[in-house]
């Protein structure tokens, strides 16, 4: 853990907590203070800052909102640099995505572009073990069918899971958030029993093409795919024209 008895520096502009909130951050992202450590008492940041506690409570708050730290009670109580966790990113973006009132196109445009990308990681990376989770994912859908209930998100699952084999953290947070807004769009709508069954096979397609190496035939499917999710949303027919590409 770093000295940290000089580690702060009093400042004179912008609002108070956003100043110390942005020196805490630099040094956690510089490495100076790493997961695990912890910050000096509230007390003593408020010297070191020649400002209240209260604004260093309000910038602690701020730190602990965005996942950077943790606070805890008690006598052993704190705060407590954390280590990333790339959920609080996922979830930053998609409340950005759901504040920018994003329109139905630019989710698909998006959504088409992302998805098109990790099918190429994962056609390279995907081994055995990975075929049979995405193998136990269409199963799921299909159980659940069986039962008469829409698996929508074991079908979301699908996507998440594809992101995942890719094996790059970005790619997961970034269709997490993308799959985050989708839900939010299909929940408002109730497909026949039809499509339920459509959105199944293109998943049974897209697995099909990814265990036999044909990304052509993965990234058709899955074009024709998110296009069908658009065309349930917007009330488009299959032979209705669709401007979203």
């Excluded at 920018?100 to 088409?112: D, M, P």
């Excluded at 997961?172 to 799959?179: L, N, P, Q």
Aim: glycine share 4%; hydrophobic share 40%.
């Amino acid at each position: 853990m770093p000295d940290q008895s000089s580690l702060f520096v009093p400042f004179k502009t912008r609002r108070a907590f956003e100043e110390i909130a942005d020196q805490i951050r630099n040094h956690i992202y510089s490495g100076v203070l790493k997961p695990g450590d912890r910050l000096l008492p509230e007390r003593e940041l408020a010297n070191q800052f020649k400002i209240g506690r209260m604004v260093v409570r309000d910038a602690l708050r701020t730190l602990e909102h965005s996942g950077l730290i943790r606070i805890r009670h008690g006598s052993a109580g704190g705060a407590f640099v954390n280590s990333a966790d790339p959920q609080v990113i996922t979830r930053s973006i998609s409340d950005m995505i759901k504040i920018g009132s994003v329109t139905l196109r630019e989710l698909t445009e998006a959504r088409l572009e992302i998805e098109m990308i990790i099918l190429n990681f994962v056609i390279t990376r995907i081994n055995a073990d990975d075929l049979d989770l995405l193998k136990k994912n269409i199963e799921e859908s299909e159980e659940q069918i069986l039962k008469g209930a829409r698996p929508l998100d074991s079908n979301l699952n699908f996507h998440l899971l594809l992101a995942k084999l890719s094996k790059n953290t970005l790619f997961e947070m970034i269709i997490g958030s993308i799959t985050d807004v989708t839900k939010t769009f299909l929940q408002s709508v109730k497909p026949e029993e039809e499509y339920i069954n459509k959105v199944l096979d293109y998943h049974r397609k897209i697995y099909k093409a990814i265990k036999e190496k044909n990304l052509k035939a993965a990234k058709e499917k899955m074009r024709e795919h998110v296009l069908g999710d658009t065309r349930l949303l917007l009330h488009i027919p299959e032979s209705g024209a669709m401007n979203v590409e």
